[in-house]
């Protein structure tokens, strides 16, 4: 049968009329990741690399904008206040939000999920300052919850949002005393837009849309499946044959893809890439400050921003320094603060520290979500490091096996690193808290009891220009004392599909909003 010319031109016009809404349509959607950190399904187990999909089955006590601000519309609190004295935080919930079972959320369940946040068993990023915080929870109403405090304090909002980690998510107290912890580790029930479905370790986790959802009506995907991907080539290989809607590449590929046409989406200076060594470091060399100091004068940041990270790197210098929280803080690193690339100082302080010959060190080498550079990274690493006569020995592993190695102290002494993702004043401090104050679980690297003290002000001061005099003080004391080895601030591109459509993945970290893509409201 033949065709007319007309009749193809208006074909054509539906085509060109309806390919986006077609392509926005499509029913499920695919993301795929070179690392999915713990794979863990309970928000007080995971630390808040799990986020990426987590924040799409819970919702938060405190939702936050994708570009990180407090936001009254995306969470369980409409409003929250706190009182003169800021030792009581009352937070007004959102009427009508239920579980996945059925039931309603009430304040009941958000006293059960933080006191679940920051009990004993918990391994949350942040559950140490709100354990010594936190003195009581009322639940007046069933709309209504009070967190009483030991101390004044600004950080309680914050902390129990989405711009954190996961200790603001909220849970079904009823389910999880029926089920018990086990179960619900294995088949978790929230109260956000999508629900579990199943989860396959090392392979993938998936997920299906609720009916209508308070935060995103009636979801446009009625799947969303997470695939666990660590070979980058077959990453790119699934984005081009369409089987994904979203990965992480590595920023060598980012101008290969472009030419393709494949749309990048950048988060510019999205982290801190660091490296730090586990404690305790008591009979290590790094308990000097010289071979702190030459570990950092070994490394040319500059040379790794070009050849690992393409050119979408920036050097760092200040240990943990999370550099959205400078504007808020005051804080502006001087000339003096920056590392030049000085292998021959280096070996000079090796040796006054006692080390001419060096020193072995474990170096472990695993990819991050957002770090599919991460074994190269530790490569590049452990030869600078060999160039100046330490002895590095590279040890392959899976970034699970590391966070217990790390959480055990299994391995004292040896080096790992983390993609820190960037924030602002609060989240640099909740950073600071977990990796800086020796009081922490977490604490890597820091000893210092200067720190410890100017830490334990900051969670206790409600005047700003005293938190910032406290906030850049412990940067300077930090930089000053080579406490770690902060290498370069990464810009991470993430690879869409043609057909995607629009979509801001935010700032906020391990978190790309897709709540916000999937919404029929916007």
Do not use: C
Not at 138 to 145: G, M
């Amino acid at each position: 049968m033949r065709l007319s010319i007309g009749f193809l031109a208006a074909l054509l016009s539906v085509v060109i009329l309806t390919g986006p809404v077609a392509a926005q349509s499509k029913p499920d959607l695919t993301v795929a990741l070179s690392s999915f950190s713990t794979e863990v399904l309970d928000p007080v187990l995971g630390g808040h690399v799990v986020k990426y999909y987590m924040s799409l089955m819970f919702d938060y006590l405190v939702g936050v904008t994708p570009d990180g601000q407090l936001s009254k519309d995306s969470g369980l609190a409409t409003r929250w206040e706190p009182s003169a004295d800021h030792k009581r935080w009352t937070f007004h919930l959102r009427k009508g939000v239920k579980f996945h079972t059925g039931e309603d959320a009430t304040s009941e369940d958000v006293k059960f999920s933080l006191q679940r946040a920051i009990g004993k068993r918990s391994t949350t990023g942040y559950a140490g300052p709100l354990r010594t915080l936190i003195a009581d929870i009322e639940t007046p109403a069933p709309d209504r919850v009070v967190i009483v405090t030991k101390e004044p304090t600004l950080i309680i909002p914050t902390y129990l949002s989405r711009s954190l980690s996961t200790e603001g998510m909220i849970l079904p107290k009823k389910y999880i005393e029926a089920t018990g912890d086990d179960a619900f580790a294995q088949k978790p029930v929230g109260s956000g837009p999508y629900r579990f479905v199943e989860q396959v370790t090392g392979s993938h986790i998936k997920l299906a849309a609720v009916d209508s959802h308070w935060r995103a009506g009636v979801p446009r995907y009625k799947t969303i499946t997470f695939k666990l991907v660590p070979e980058e080539t077959t990453r790119i290989a699934l984005l081009r044959r369409g089987e994904v809607d979203i990965t992480d590449v590595s920023r060598e590929r980012v101008k290969e893809l472009e030419r393709e046409s494949f749309p990048i989406h950048f988060r510019r200076e999205e982290a801190i890439l660091t490296t730090w060594w586990v404690l305790p470091r008591d009979g290590q060399p790094t308990k000097d400050k010289r071979v702190r100091e030459a570990l950092n004068l070994a490394i040319d940041r500059n040379e790794i921003a070009q050849s690992i990270f393409g050119g979408y790197a920036d050097p760092a210098y200040v240990p943990m320094g999370l550099s959205w929280a400078y504007r808020d803080i005051g804080f502006k690193p001087t000339q003096d603060m920056q590392y030049p690339y000085d292998p021959a100082r280096a070996k000079k302080l090796l040796a006054e520290a006692g080390f001419a010959s060096g020193f072995p060190l474990t170096m472990h080498a695993y990819q991050l979500p957002g770090l599919p550079e991460g074994k190269a990274f530790a490569e590049a690493m452990a030869g600078y490091w060999q160039t100046v006569g330490v002895q590095p020995k590279l040890v392959p592993v899976d970034y699970p096996a590391f966070r217990k190695n790390w959480f055990d102290r299994a391995t004292p002494g040896a080096f790992g690193y983390y993609n820190v993702a960037n924030r602002d004043w609060i989240g640099a401090y909740a950073f600071l808290e977990k990796q800086a104050y020796t009081k922490s679980k977490a604490s890597d690297t820091v000893n210092d009891p200067e720190i410890d003290g100017m830490i334990e002000q900051v969670m206790r001061q409600t005047d700003k220009e005293k938190i910032a005099t406290l906030m850049r003080n412990v940067y300077t004391r930090l930089r000053s004392e080579h406490y770690g080895v902060p290498v370069v601030y990464l810009h991470s591109p993430y690879a869409a599909s043609k057909t995607l459509g629009k979509w801001n993945p935010g700032t906020v970290m391990y978190d790309f909003f897709l709540d916000e893509l999937a919404s029929s409201k916007r």
